[in-house]
Antibody, heavy 116, light 112 residues
Framework: QVQLQESGPGLVKPSETLSLTCAVSGASVSSYAWGWIRQPPGKGLDWVGYKSYSGKTNYNPSLKSRLNISLDTPKNHFSLELSSVTAADTAVYYC??????????WGQGVLVTVSS | DVVMTQSPLSLPVTLGQPASISCRSSQSLAHGDGNTYLNWFQQRPGQSPRRLIYKVSNRDSGVPDRFSGSGSGTDFTLKISRMEAEDVGIYYCMQGTHWPYTFGQGTKLEIK
């Protein structure tokens, strides 16, 4: 069974960089694509972006200038970096496996609050 | 971006009764490879989303057969044949045909 687990700081200051990692077990990040989805408190779901080992990368255009997603094959995890954060970036961040335009496995999610 | 519009946004259903959620897209979700990448997810209170249906009508492993998906082009439906207590939650459609992939606003399914 594929399992994903997010980790990272729960509190980030405005203008700083939000960094999260997703540890993957039961699958290799060398296959499929791996991505991030976020959910602001009390709101719906938004795709952040995804990256595949083959190099295909898609970032949400609204975040593209601030976003970097990377894969670490030796550690079998992938990471999210979102720079210059504001309160609007406060959300539960989920990592997931992108399987042909879908997300078949999700992490449990981590709440990141942007506040001074 | 493709806009996904769900209705209703709130759906109270009596246990044992059927439920139906509509999802409409602002563009056709038919992909050039012949597939239609329309998914349905269930988010129970306090949990991460779980995929129920992919490519319009394919049920994931472990999903009860009372859940079914249908539709084509821009018009899709999730049906629950008989409401059970464990079905309470928010249901989202999501299109994976056009980047950025986009979700509907969510439909809150509750017991009447």
């Amino acid at each position: 069974q594929v399992q994903l687990q997010e980790s990272g700081p729960g509190l980030v200051k405005p203008s700083e960089t939000l960094s999260l990692t997703c540890a993957v077990s039961g699958a290799s990040v060398s296959s499929y694509a791996w991505g991030w989805i976020r959910q602001p408190p009390g709101k719906g779901l938004d795709w952040v972006g995804y990256k595949s080992y083959s190099g295909k990368t898609n970032y949400n255009p609204s975040l593209k200038s601030r976003l970097n997603i990377s894969l670490d094959t030796p550690k079998n995890h992938f990471s999210l970096e979102l720079s210059s954060v504001t309160a609007a970036d406060t959300a539960v961040y989920y990592c997931g496996r992108d399987n042909w335009g879908s997300i078949d496995f999700w992490g449990q999610g981590v709440l990141v609050t942007v506040s001074s | 971006d493709v806009v996904m519009t769900q209705s209703p946004l709130s759906l109270p259903v009596t246990l044992g009764q059927p439920a139906s959620i509509s999802c409409r897209s602002s563009q056709s979700l038919a992909h050039g490879d012949g597939n239609t990448y329309l998914n349905w997810f269930q988010q129970r209170p306090g949990q991460s989303p779980r995929r129920l249906i992919y490519k319009v009508s394919n049920r994931d492993s472990g999903v009860p057969d009372r859940f079914s998906g249908s539709g084509s082009g821009t018009d899709f439906t999730l049906k629950i044949s008989r409401m059970e207590a464990e079905d309470v939650g928010i249901y989202y459609c999501m299109q994976g045909t056009h980047w950025p992939y986009t979700f509907g606003q969510g439909t809150k399914l509750e017991i009447k």
